[in-house]
C-alpha cells in the first residue's frame, strides 16, 4: 500500500479489485465470502495501513468508475452525475471549465468523490452535504441502493453509511457562474493551501478531527509543544501541527506511536481528548480501538 495511499506506507493487500461498472462491483460483492473484508480505496487519502498490510480486497473504483455526465436542472442549475471513483481534482475542475461553481473546495482535496462523501470532506466553509443531491450505495450483499443526502447522516467528517458499503455514484447539484472568477476562487484556496500545508511531504492531510468547540487541533498540539516532533521517519510538520510527514520511509507503527504521543500530551495539556479524522487500516478492516 506503499504505492497507492498519500502517505506512501502500509504493507501489502490480499486482492486488488478494479470493477468496470456498477453491476461488476455488485457481482463482485455478492461473489465475496461472507466475513471478508472489502474497503473502497478511493484515492489512498486519509486512510494509514498497518504494516503487515490488510487481509482483504480493497477496491479501485478510480481506473474505470470514473465517469462525470453532467444533465441541465431548473432554476439555472446544473446537475452531474459522478461516478465513485471520480477524482475530487479532476471534479473540481470539469466544472470549472463547464461554467459550474459548487466544487471549489475540492480542488485541493486528495482522494475520490466516494471517499470525499463518506468522510463527507470539506474546505474554507463548503462540504460535500452542500453539493449532493443522493447516492447509489452497493452494500456487502451486492445490492444498490439509492440514498437522498438527508438520509446519509452527513455532519463534520463524517457520514451514517455503513462499514463496508461502497458508494458507487453519486448525483450532485451546481449553479451556473463565470469560469474565470471559479477559477479564481481555486487559485487563492491552493494558494491558502500552499502557505499552511506541508505539500512537499507524503502526508493524509488532517490527522485528528477539531473539537466542536475552543482552540482547533493543531493549536492543541502546539501547546503541546509537539511541533516538529517525530518518530522514526514520521514528523509532526514545522508547518502545520495537524499534519504528520513521511520524510521518507516510515513505518505504520511509527505513525500510531506519534498518534498515541499527541493525544497523551494534548490530553495531559488541555483535557481534551483528540478525536481520530484519519482512518486506521489493520489487518481484518478499521480498526475500532483508536
Known amino acids: 500500500m506503499t ?11 490480499r486482492w486488488l479489485a478494479q470493477p468496470e461498472d456498477e453491476k461488476s462491483l455488485a457481482t463482485l ?24 498490510g490488510f487481509d482483504g480486497i480493497m477496491l479501485d473504483l478510480t481506473a474505470k468508475m470514473n465517469d462525470i455526465q453532467k444533465h441541465a436542472a431548473e432554476g439555472g442549475e ?11 481534482r479532476t471534479v473540481s475542475h470539469y466544472s470549472r471549465r463547464n461554467g459550474l461553481s459548487g466544487l471549489e473546495f475540492l ?12 468522510m463527507n470532506a470539506g474546505a474554507y466553509g463548503s462540504e460535500m452535504q452542500n453539493v449532493l443531491v443522493w447516492a447509489e450505495l452497493i452494500d456487502v450483499h451486492g445490492q444498490c441502493h439509492r ?36 477559477r479564481r476562487r481555486i487559485r487563492e484556496m491552493n494558494q491558502k493551501r500552499r502557505r499552511s500545508q506541508p505539500l512537499r511531504y507524503p502526508s ?22 509537539l511541533r516538529g516532533a517525530s518518530e522514526g521517519a514520521v514528523q509532526i510538520s514545522e508547518q502545520h501541527s495537524n499534519f504528520f510527514i513521511n520524510r521518507g520511509g516510515a513505518r505504520t507503527r511509527d505513525m500510531l506511536a506519534l498518534i498515541d504521543c499527541a493525544r ?8 481534551v481528548r483528540l478525536e481520530l479524522e484519519l482512518k486506521v487500516i489493520g489487518s481484518g478492516g478499521v480498526r475500532r480501538d483508536l
Open 147 to 182: 440514498r437522498p443526502v438527508e438520509a446519509l447522516g452527513l455532519g463534520y467528517r463524517k457520514s451514517a453509511i455503513p462499514d463496508g458499503w461502497i458508494v458507487a455514484s453519486t448525483l450532485l447539484r451546481l449553479h451556473r457562474d463565470d469560469p474565470e472568477r471559479i
Open 107 to 118: 480542488a485541493g482535496i486528495p482522494g475520490s468523490v466516494g471517499g470525499a462523501l463518506k
Open 78 to 88: 446544473w446537475l452531474i452525475r459522478v461516478g465513485g471513483g471520480a477524482s475530487t
Open 29 to 52: 460483492m455478492r461473489s465475496l465470502t461472507p466475513g471478508t473484508p472489502g474497503l473502497a480505496l478511493g484515492g489512498g487519502s486519509n486512510m494509514l495501513v498497518a504494516d503487515e
Open 204 to 225: 493524509a492531510g488532517s490527522v485528528f478531527k477539531n473539537p466542536p468547540e475552543g482552540p482547533l487541533a493543531w493549536e492543541l498540539i502546539d501547546r503541546a509543544g
Open 264 to 271: 497523551e500530551r494534548v490530553l495531559a495539556e488541555s483535557g
Open 3 to 13: 504505492r497507492r495511499t498519500t502517505l506512501r506506507m502500509g504493507g501489502p493487500a
